[in-house]
C-alpha cells in the first residue's frame, strides 16, 4: 500500500513563497495537483523517478519548481510568485507505474490527503 503525505501549505500573501512536501512509502512516478472550490482538479506539476524529467502547467510554469529527494522518497512543490488564483487544496499524486501521462488524473494509482494553500490579495 503506498502511502502520501502532504504537508507545507498555508496562508500566504500574494507574490510571497511556499514549499509543499510529499513524503512517500516508496520511490514512484510523482505528480502535484489542485483542486479549487466548484472546479475540477488540475495538473501543476510531475517529476519522473530519477528525477531527471519535470513538467508543469502553463500557468505555473517559471514560478513554480518541482524536485525530489529520493534517499528520503520526499518530493517538494517549490511555490514562487503565488497569485490569488494559485489558492487551492493542493495533493500530491504517484503511478507506481508510468501510465504515458503527467497530466491526467485517472492515470495515477494513489493520492495525498491533501493540503491548502491560500494566497491573498
Known amino acids: 500500500q503506498v502511502q502520501l503525505v502532504e504537508s507545507g501549505g498555508g496562508l500566504v500573501q500574494a507574490g510571497g513563497s511556499l514549499r509543499l512536501s510529499c513524503a512517500a512509502s516508496?520511490?514512484?512516478?510523482m505528480g502535484w495537483f489542485r483542486q479549487a472550490p466548484g472546479k475540477e482538479r488540475e495538473f501543476v506539476s510531475a517529476i519522473s523517478r530519477s528525477g531527471g524529467r519535470t513538467s508543469y502547467a502553463d500557468s505555473v510554469k517559471g514560478r513554480f519548481t518541482i524536485s525530489r529527494d529520493n534517499a528520503e522518497n520526499t518530493v517538494y512543490l517549490q511555490m514562487g510568485r503565488l497569485k490569488p488564483e494559485d489558492t487551492a487544496v493542493y495533493y500530491c499524486?504517484?503511478?507506481?507505474?508510468?501510465?504515458?501521462?503527467?497530466?491526467?488524473?485517472?492515470?495515477?494509482?494513489?493520492w495525498g490527503q491533501g493540503t491548502q494553500v491560500t494566497v491573498s490579495s
Open positions: 516508496g520511490r514512484y512516478f
Open positions: 499524486a504517484a503511478q507506481t507505474t508510468y501510465s504515458g501521462s503527467d497530466v491526467y488524473t485517472s492515470g495515477y494509482d494513489y
